[in-house]
């Protein structure tokens, strides 16, 4: 994953081609880590990801409580996959993050 920061208080993070069980411990790490370090405004480039799991969606969801408990925001945006796409608005997940 790749971590830009554009501003203290503003990061990108752009995973890999999955965010799965076997690495979506180390997005929340990374969130945890910007978040401490006074990030308010995250943005996850989504570019790259093809697939998602549960435990990467539990993550996003992580990062977008804590940064909310901050007045802080997460925002998703450049989603390529039609099915990460489809998934999001089945969950209704864009109805909790900023999804562009």
Same mark, same amino acid.
């Given at each position: 994953?790749? =971590?830009?920061?554009?501003?203290?208080?503003?990061?990108? =993070?752009?995973? !890999?081609?999955?965010?799965?069980?076997?690495? +979506? !411990?180390?997005?929340?790490?990374?969130?945890?880590?910007?978040?401490?370090? !006074?990030?308010?405004?995250?943005?996850?480039?989504?570019?790259? =990801?093809? &697939?998602?799991? +549960? +435990? !990467?969606?539990?993550?996003?969801?992580?990062?977008?409580?804590?940064?909310?408990?901050?007045?802080?925001?997460?925002?998703?945006?450049?989603? &390529?996959? /039609?099915?990460?796409?489809?998934?999001?608005?089945?969950?209704?997940?864009?109805?909790?993050? /900023?999804?562009?």
């Amino acid at each position: 994953m790749e =971590v830009i920061h554009e501003t203290p208080a503003r990061a990108r =993070v752009t995973p !890999g081609e999955k965010i799965i069980i076997e690495n +979506s !411990g180390e997005l929340k790490e990374i969130l945890i880590n910007l978040i401490d370090k !006074g990030a308010r405004q995250i943005t996850i480039d989504m570019g790259k =990801v093809k &697939t998602i799991d +549960s +435990s !990467g969606l539990g993550k996003l969801l992580l990062g977008q409580k804590m940064l909310k408990e901050l007045n802080g925001k997460l925002i998703i945006e450049n989603i &390529t996959s /039609d099915y990460i796409d489809k998934m999001f608005r089945l969950i209704h997940l864009d109805k909790m993050i /900023d999804i562009r």
